[in-house]
DNA sequence: GCATGTCAAGTTGTG
DNA sequence: CACAACTTGACATGC
């Protein structure tokens, strides 16, 4: 059903050469200033956020690039305890909801697939408490974005394994169960290179109906005995029963696989990298590379297509 | 202007 | 035990 469909690469939060910049700030530097102050700096940011966030869109679509992951800071410090608002304290709200239209017209207009891939601190694994109370707050932040952009996935690593996987897994899969819908429509999870391994997360995956995002520069650094190929096909099998296009990720060692740790990203992808088994599928693969979208549009002729 | 240290958050592995 | 690494970049500060 997928063989010879269309495939889709991905764009990863920023760029490298394209003047389309997004704007952050501290929340060290907004605790010195009073509250309405705040909002205001708050309000500019998130507007011309999401403004790049549209050029962004419009770059994309231009050059043929079929998918965006949207960087988790479009709002900044939107969860913090102290600094922390909503999209109604901001004084721009109606400008920043214009742009969000804007945003999923031109999502719809090129059928561009969209994601969110929540920083390391999110753990739905994790014992303590405070962490999955942190962690449900940002994911409702993010899931907030992704229905207001039009977005489908909300990818999320495993967490830690606190020595003992099987004990890990369960907290997972019961704080998992707890989400709001908002979330849990878009929750995946990717295999790592410390701890879970596709090996690992498959079979959890397919017991409880959630997509697993395939990083084979992951797999690589953490193999698990089973083959690129074997995780590819129960991958794109499982997505074929929930009805969702497969997600892989794909990055290339920046000092070689021989010469030190293969873990950190290079500037762009060497082909060599880039994995047979999943030539020809429908499928997006998102570049996870230093050039960024050098690196996605070099990768895209390097494999013509 | 430019260089440098800092930034909310978790977990693991290395030195 | 401290610190870097992870999608690292962008901001704030000080020269």
Not at 179 to 195: F, K
């Amino acid at each position: 059903m997928y063989n010879n469909g269309k495939m889709r690469f991905g764009l990863c939060c920023i760029f490298r050469k394209e003047p389309i910049h997004f704007r952050q700030i501290t929340a060290k530097t907004l605790q010195k200033l009073p509250r309405s102050e705040q909002l205001l700096r708050l309000s500019d940011i998130c507007l011309q956020n999401v403004k790049s966030l549209y050029k962004s869109l419009q770059f994309v679509s231009e050059k043929g690039i079929g998918a965006f992951r949207v960087l988790s800071p479009l709002f900044p410090r939107y969860t913090h305890p102290d600094v922390g608002y909503q999209l109604t304290d901001l004084p721009e709200k109606a400008e920043i909801r214009y742009f969000f239209e804007k945003i999923r017209k031109i999502r719809d207009l090129h059928d561009l697939r969209l994601s969110f891939h929540p920083d390391q601190f999110n753990v739905l694994s994790s014992p303590r408490k405070e962490v999955i109370l942190n962690t449900i707050r940002e994911l409702e932040y993010q899931a907030m974005l992704a229905e207001e952009v039009g977005a489908e996935i909300i990818n999320l690593h495993a967490g830690g394994t606190y020595g003992h996987k099987k004990n890990a897994l369960k907290r997972l899969e019961k704080n998992i169960k707890d989400l709001p819908i908002s979330i849990r429509s878009r929750l995946t999870l990717e295999n790592d290179d410390v701890s879970w391994t596709p090996a690992d997360l498959l079979p959890f995956c397919e017991s409880y109906y959630i997509p697993m995002v395939y990083d084979v520069h992951h797999h690589r650094c953490l193999p698990d005995g089973l083959s690129e190929t074997e995780v590819t096909r129960k991958v794109v099998k499982l997505c074929e029963k929930l009805g969702k296009e497969p997600l892989f990720h794909i990055s290339s060692p920046k000092n070689g696989w021989h010469n030190g740790s293969p873990k950190p990203h290079a500037d762009y992808i060497d082909p060599a990298d880039f994995p047979e088994c999943w030539k020809g599928l429908t499928a997006t693969v998102e570049v996870e590379a230093k050039s960024k979208e050098l690196a996605v549009l070099k990768l895209m002729k390097d494999l013509g297509s």
